[in-house]
């Protein structure tokens, strides 16, 4: 008999790349702190949108914290992301061998 999947676990789907998607996964993640930041993207996103008639902004911001999620979903997965990027910081870029381009990140999430 399979486990059922708990919410946040990485057996579930990514949700739909949509605002309220995106604020759904988060708030099943029980972090307050992450939900209001994400609230105030948002609300930046959507102001910026509407001044600039152009909704680009906003699907970016969707899409970052769309990606955020993910990362989120498994706590281990999410701390090695951190140290990663804390080792980026401190000591510089992975030697070429090591790094993942552009293209193919795009590639993996079918953008």
């Not at 604020?23 to 930041?37: E, F, G």
């Not at 008639?53 to 281990?76: C, G, M, N, Q, Y």
């Not at 997965?77 to 795009?106: C, K, M």
């Amino acid at each position: 008999m399979a486990m059922p999947s708990t919410p946040g676990s990485r057996d579930e789907p990514l949700p739909e790349c949509t605002p309220a998607a995106v604020r759904a996964a988060i708030a099943d993640l029980h972090d307050p702190a992450l939900l209001r930041q994400y609230e105030q993207d948002l609300d930046c996103a959507y102001k910026q949108a509407r001044s600039d008639s152009d909704l680009s902004i906003l699907i970016k911001t969707v899409r970052r914290w769309w990606f955020e999620v993910d990362a989120r979903r498994d706590p281990e997965r999410f701390r090695e992301y951190t140290q990663r990027v804390n080792r980026y910081l401190n000591d510089g870029p992975p030697p070429p061998e090591e790094r993942i381009s552009r293209a193919e990140i795009l590639e993996r999430f079918d953008y």
